[in-house]
């Protein structure tokens, strides 16, 4: 076990994780510079395509240090955006320490802090480093400064590198075999396992990626899973190199993975620990702290037929993805489909993408909410994140909304228009200090509802892409919300009705509105859209009436012979127009989703 150790790469978003792990793979020599491609342990084509890591990813490098001995170090990748921090906190429970990267030209930023708490709050050991040094704005002195006086790390333990050239990268290995304790744990002991993560593989069942912290495992052996009871015959074990790696057992200490042909998704949940069936441990490990969701939003098939694919794929999804949870829901508009919660709204389009992509399911989303507290007239408390669940407004005594401290560093340039974007979206209590010349750390407290629409999305434009923002929610506060549903030709349609600020509550709709307008497809009769708050109406647009050419076939004649066909024909209307049905398609739904670009 002295050979062995397990680490963790952390850092704000586009810090150099990836690449790091990148370099370190190549110089212990795990694949050939043919087979190399970039962001190596990123998978996923999404993960690609946004340049973003969203799963962290588990590798064991073998690697000889200067003093001859060969060392086993489990690296573990992890992601950078606040939405995916729970996928950080479960890799770290399999960490004895870590590397906090923070890049050479842009300092401590949001997310570096974040991350430094979470791997203090898991007792890590944390080697600081500094990255991009080739970079010509790269000031290591600085951010060296900033390190010993914000984060409170020791400045002789800082490396120096450059992920992308390899420059200082064989000093950060030697900083981890000196500097990082082995793992600790007895080979003796009953055998204890902590999952840290699962996938399913349709060949093989489920695949759980997990941490020996007592005892050892063989094929072969008898194991349980604690929390469920389930029960099952272990087929192979073996470790992470860029495919699996079978191998005789794992051990106390060491990080891999077990196949046992688990074909039922649900008796492998992360954070459950696993024991021999004959010499049980005596306690199962603590596992995860329940992760709450932020955002919620429901997901419906366009088919109806994809109901239980898509009840089967969310199931799949919520093993690799701890941080999604779902219930059943129905809309008259829509069918059946799920109430799903997510960490953010850069979460939700993740798991869209991945359902459509990895399980071929077309989906449309409601517009997402936050969860609201109602106090009712009998004293009694509703929490509600789903519109249709808008109790009756003569029983509501107050409402509250859950509000967040965001912490946004900038530029010192663009304080005026990150302060207007704040104001805008009715932030308050706005605070801001200077952690560095020329950068300026803004913090206010705004409704969480007004942050997880596009308000990071604009945040980035307004600050060309120098802006970065995290936030912790505060508490819930009164607030004046209302119900604001959306009317086509005098029906409501619960799928895109939401809850709005009052003073938000016009515009939100006439945009809607409008968006509606361009995409349903016009009739042979007018179609009123208007949104509404209870029985009064706040907006309307008109889609007119296609008008078919009546008195195309009278070629001269009596003028009355035409006046007749045309009273025949709006006659018509009138009838077809109160019995007509509105058929929205369905990017009708994903355009009110798109909130306006001015």
Not at 146 to 155: F, K, N, P
Not at 229 to 248: D, L, M, Y
């Amino acid at each position: 076990m002295d050979h062995i150790r397990n680490f963790s790469i952390i850092a704000h978003i586009d810090h150099g994780k990836s690449t790091l792990a990148d370099r370190m793979i190549q110089m212990c020599g795990l694949i050939s510079d043919r087979e190399f491609k970039d962001q190596l342990l990123d998978t996923m084509d999404i993960e690609r395509e946004r340049g973003i890591t969203i799963k962290s990813q588990t590798i064991c490098l073998p690697y000889t240090a200067k003093d001859g001995k060969t060392y086993a170090l489990n690296l573990v990748d992890t992601p950078g955006h606040v939405d995916f921090s729970y996928e950080v906190s479960r890799a770290l429970a399999s960490c004895e320490g870590a590397l906090l990267i923070v890049d050479a030209a842009q300092g401590v930023e949001a997310q570096t802090l974040a991350n430094l708490y979470l791997a203090m709050e898991n007792d890590l050991e944390i080697i600081p480093v500094i990255n991009k040094i080739d970079l010509p704005s790269a000031e290591p002195e600085a951010v060296s400064l900033q390190i010993e006086e914000d984060l409170g790390l020791d400045s002789s333990m800082i490396q120096l590198c450059s992920a992308k050239s390899g420059q200082g990268v064989d000093n950060i290995f030697e900083a981890i075999i000196n500097y990082l304790p082995p793992p600790e744990g007895d080979p003796a002991k009953p055998l204890q396992i902590l999952i840290f993560d699962a996938n399913y593989d349709p060949y093989r069942g489920t695949i759980v990626s997990c941490r020996v912290i007592n005892g050892s495992v063989r094929p072969g052996d008898l194991i349980m899973f604690m929390s469920t009871g389930a029960r099952h015959r272990v087929e192979e074990v073996g470790i992470f190199r860029i495919k699996k790696q079978p191998c005789a057992h794992l051990q106390a200490g060491e990080v891999g993975y077990i196949l046992a042909g688990i074909k039922s998704v649900s008796d492998a949940r992360p954070g459950d620990t696993i024991t021999h069936i004959d010499s049980p441990c005596s306690a199962a490990l603590p596992g995860f702290k329940e992760i709450l969701p932020v955002v919620f939003s429901s997901l419906y098939p366009i088919a109806s037929d994809d109901y239980e694919d898509l009840a089967a794929a969310l199931d799949k999804l919520q093993l690799n993805d701890a941080a999604l949870s779902f219930q059943k829901d129905s809309s008259a508009a829509l069918g059946f489909g799920f109430r799903c919660g997510f960490l953010g709204l850069l979460h939700l389009e993740v798991v869209q993408e991945r359902l459509e992509r990895e399980f071929d399911i077309s989906l449309i989303l409601t517009v997402p909410s936050v969860r609201y507290r109602f106090i009712l007239s009998d004293r009694s408390e509703l929490m509600v994140d789903n519109p249709a669940h808008f109790p009756d407004p003569s029983k509501i005594t107050a409402i509250e909304e859950p509000y967040i401290r965001a912490s946004i560093l900038i530029p010192e340039r663009y304080m005026g228009v990150v302060m207007t974007l704040c104001m805008e979206r009715r932030g308050e209590h706005t605070k801001y200090h200077y952690p560095a010349p020329g950068r300026i750390e803004f913090t206010c407290e705004l409704p969480l509802a007004e942050a997880i629409y596009d308000f990071y999305d604009r945040l980035k434009s307004i600050t060309q892409g120098y802006g970065s923002f995290d936030y912790e929610l505060l508490d819930y506060r009164a607030s004046d919300l209302v119900k604001l549903d959306i009317l086509v030709n005098g029906e409501v349609v619960d799928a895109l009705s939401q809850l709005v600020h009052r003073s938000n509550a016009r515009p939100r709709g006439l945009s809607a509105c409008e968006r509606l307008k361009d995409e349903i497809p016009r009739q042979m009769f007018k179609i009123a859209i208007q949104a509404a708050i209870g029985n009064t109406i706040i907006a309307r647009t008109t889609i007119s009436a296609l008008r078919k050419d009546v008195t195309a076939k009278c070629y001269g004649g009596d003028i009355t012979r035409k006046r007749k066909l045309l009273e025949k024909q709006k006659a018509g209307k009138k009838r077809m127009k109160t019995v007509g049905n509105v058929d929205i398609p369905q990017s009708a739904f994903l355009a009110v989703l798109k909130r306006d670009a001015e």
